[in-house]
């Protein structure tokens, strides 16, 4: 194979770049080729016959930036996917913010997020709220769901304050990891995660790894088979008397007071002990930090879901908490992260905040 001659996307790795492909016993290490020539580049990654089997591993530096902790960069960083048949299967889960029907779902994109392509459907990105599809039936959103559906992942998410809340009161409820769930019949890849449940989500086997594989980072402490998680969607919009009811808002926005209900005896049976908890909006105490300047010379404006996660915070053992909504991405303290164009990992996030 001769190396890509394509300069990738805001510079090389210097000398540790490397593309390294074992397809039927073939390799080509060019950690040792000069940097100014050699890219690696993900067309060349995947030019392997699909009927071989192979193993890769991709390394690629983006430019060095400020980056909170577990998020995506440009680039791939330390990605693989083992496809031998050889040790079992690992999974992940990535988190992001509010994707707005089509207007902000380009950051799932290849291009910004070169991660997904190493994803496999029993890999998860979740969505936490707005994932605002089926709004209106348009082409637009049917291309857009198409395209999501038919991404390598599974996509979760828990709803928003911008959802079309007729339509998912239409959808029927099963059940999953469980927890209860909605999935589009149309569009199976994509599922709804429902108010007030604990799932217990696969995450990362404890299987033997494939030979050459590289250890965990803390093999005295793997990444846990299962991730528990929390998921309690709804917020209420900022900007509803600008919006139409039954039309474009819809009070279902707000949890009922059955769903703040079921939520406590979930978590109750959960012993009130989660992973994590993935929601849209944040609990009062968090608003300051979270909401824009000019948000907040108006005075904090709380309602009933935001006081209830405060009271939730209080009894709830949890490891993070990762919510959308405010569109910003900032870590108010060690255990809160709000999302917006970040794709985090959660075994990263953990990790590098000590709460793996």
Same mark, same amino acid.
């Given at each position: 194979?001769?190396? @890509?001659?394509?300069?990738?996307?805001? &510079?090389?790795?210097?000398? #540790? %770049?490397?593309?390294?492909?074992?397809? =039927?016993?073939?390799?080509?290490? +060019?950690?040792?080729?000069?940097?100014?020539?050699? %890219?690696?580049?993900?067309?060349?990654?995947? $030019? %392997?016959?699909?009927?071989?089997?192979?193993?890769?591993?991709?390394?690629?530096?983006?430019?060095?930036? *400020?980056?909170?902790?577990?998020?995506?960069?440009?680039? /791939?960083?330390?990605?693989?996917?083992?496809?031998?048949?050889?040790?079992?299967?690992?999974?992940?889960?990535?988190?992001?913010?509010?994707?707005?029907?089509?207007?902000?779902?380009?950051?799932?994109?290849?291009?910004?997020?070169?991660?997904?392509?190493?994803?496999?459907?029993?890999?998860?990105?979740? /969505?936490?709220?707005?994932?605002?599809?089926?709004?209106?039936?348009?082409?637009?959103? +049917?291309?857009?769901?198409?395209?999501?559906?038919?991404?390598?992942?599974?996509?979760?998410?828990?709803?928003?304050?911008?959802?079309?809340?007729?339509?998912?009161?239409?959808?029927?409820?099963?059940?999953?990891?469980?927890?209860?769930?909605?999935?589009?019949?149309?569009?199976?890849?994509?599922?709804?995660?429902?108010?007030?449940?604990?799932?217990? +989500?696969?995450?990362?086997?404890?299987?033997? /790894?494939?030979? &050459?594989?590289?250890?965990? *980072?803390?093999?005295?402490?793997?990444?846990? $088979?299962?991730?528990?998680?929390?998921?309690?969607?709804?917020?209420?919009?900022?900007?509803?008397?600008?919006?139409? @009811?039954?039309?474009?808002?819809?009070?279902?926005?707000?949890? #009922?007071?059955?769903?703040?209900?079921?939520?406590?005896?979930?978590?109750?049976?959960?012993?009130?002990?989660?992973?994590?908890?993935?929601?849209?909006?944040?609990?009062?105490?968090?608003?300051?930090? /979270? +909401? @824009?300047?000019?948000?907040?010379?108006? &005075?904090?404006? =709380?309602?009933?879901?935001?006081?209830?996660?405060?009271?939730?915070?209080?009894?709830?053992?949890?490891?993070?908490?990762?919510?959308?909504?405010?569109?910003?991405?900032?870590?108010?303290?060690?255990?809160?992260? %709000?999302?917006?164009?970040?794709?985090?990992?959660?075994?990263?996030?953990?990790?590098?905040?000590?709460?793996?």
């Amino acid at each position: 194979m001769r190396p @890509p001659s394509a300069v990738a996307p805001g &510079g090389l790795c210097a000398p #540790s %770049a490397k593309l390294y492909l074992d397809c =039927t016993g073939q390799s080509n290490d +060019l950690s040792s080729a000069n940097p100014a020539t050699v %890219a690696p580049a993900f067309p060349t990654v995947f $030019s %392997a016959p699909a009927e071989h089997r192979y193993r890769m591993q991709v390394e690629w530096c983006a430019p060095q930036t *400020a980056r909170v902790p577990g998020v995506a960069g440009r680039g /791939v960083r330390n990605a693989r996917r083992t496809e031998t048949g050889e040790g079992e299967e690992r999974m992940a889960i990535w988190i992001t913010g509010d994707i707005h029907g089509g207007i902000d779902i380009a950051k799932l994109s290849y291009r910004r997020w070169p991660e997904g392509r190493l994803l496999t459907r029993e890999d998860f990105v979740i /969505v936490a709220g707005d994932f605002g599809m089926p709004w209106s039936g348009s082409n637009d959103e +049917l291309y857009w769901l198409d395209w999501l559906n038919n991404r390598p992942w599974t996509t979760l998410y828990v709803d928003g304050n911008h959802e079309c809340y007729p339509y998912l009161e239409d959808l029927p409820v099963t059940e999953r990891w469980g927890g209860k769930v909605q999935v589009y019949p149309e569009y199976p890849n994509i599922i709804r995660l429902m108010r007030g449940q604990v799932f217990d +989500l696969p995450n990362v086997s404890r299987g033997a /790894v494939n030979e &050459g594989d590289e250890p965990p *980072a803390s093999p005295a402490n793997p990444a846990p $088979s299962t991730r528990r998680i929390f998921t309690m969607g709804g917020a209420d919009s900022h900007d509803k008397e600008w919006r139409t @009811p039954g039309l474009s808002w819809f009070p279902e926005e707000l949890p #009922s007071w059955d769903e703040y209900a079921e939520a406590e005896r979930n978590l109750a049976a959960a012993d009130w002990q989660v992973d994590l908890a993935i929601s849209h909006c944040c609990a009062t105490r968090w608003l300051p930090a /979270v +909401l @824009p300047a000019d948000s907040l010379a108006e &005075g904090i404006t =709380t309602d009933a879901l935001t006081t209830w996660f405060d009271d939730i915070e209080d009894r709830l053992s949890f490891r993070m908490w990762l919510f959308g909504h405010y569109h910003t991405d900032v870590m108010p303290d060690t255990r809160h992260r %709000a999302l917006y164009r970040d794709i985090v990992s959660v075994n990263e996030l953990l990790a590098e905040s000590g709460r793996a």
